[in-house]
């Protein structure tokens, strides 16, 4: 069983839709990880949290420390946006454990 | 805009031979990692390391693995003796603290032939 769950796997969007990312776990965590992996591999880091909210341009990101469960939002998207996201748990002794990532495409 | 480095961007060895894959963390960073991404496959952790030593290893990061802060800049992976199955993504990464994001190197590509 995967402790890090995403959904959708795939995800076609029309460019300036508003995109919702999901992402369930089953661990105890101290921190979520949001990630952007581009089609070149690069790994970028758009949010650490560990609850609420957090906001960062187009970019929001939400966690539910009582449901593990969180959700990366994507406003008014882009064909730029168009990248893997990737979802990480950081487990309470540091190890990381990654989602499948959601392969997002904005078509223009 | 300080980044993590990572050399060789592309590394091709043979089956048996060891590799040894370079980082340059952000240079006030305490806590360095590397991960590892196998084609088509899900990232993994490999290894943490704080204050000169391993904090956190996965079952993966076994005894042909090892890790090493030659100089006050480098962070090293070394794989001992490579297998086909060593052919992946690595990619090293490196935060303040605990509990800060992590920033992450472009990657080295190993090839194992």
């Known amino acids: 069983k995967n402790e890090v769950e995403q959904s959708p796997q795939n995800l076609t969007a029309q460019e300036g839709e508003f995109i919702t990312i999901n992402c369930s776990y089953s661990v105890g965590i101290s921190a979520l990880h949001w990630l952007q992996q581009h089609p070149g591999g690069g790994i970028v880091s758009l949010f650490m949290l560990s609850s609420g909210k957090k906001k960062h341009g187009r970019l929001i990101a939400t966690i539910n420390i009582q449901e593990k469960h969180s959700s990366l939002h994507i406003t008014a998207s882009h064909p730029r946006d168009s990248a893997v996201y990737i979802c990480a748990a950081r487990l309470n002794n540091n190890d990381m454990r990654f989602g499948a990532g959601t392969r997002l495409t904005v078509k223009p | 805009e300080p980044e993590v480095t990572q050399t060789p961007s592309h590394q091709v060895t043979q089956m048996g031979q060891e590799v040894i894959l370079r980082c340059v963390p952000i240079?006030?960073?305490?806590?360095f990692y590397w991960y590892r991404q196998i084609l088509g496959q899900k990232v993994e952790f490999l290894v943490s390391f704080y204050n000169n030593e391993i904090s956190e290893k996965s079952e993966i990061f076994d005894d042909q693995f090892s890790v090493e802060r030659p100089d006050g800049s480098n962070f090293t992976l070394k794989i001992r003796s490579t297998k086909l199955e060593d052919s992946a993504m690595y990619f090293c990464a490196s935060s303040l603290s605990l509990g800060n994001e992590q920033f992450f190197g472009p990657g080295t590509r190993l090839t194992v032939l």
């Open positions: 240079s006030n960073h305490l806590y």
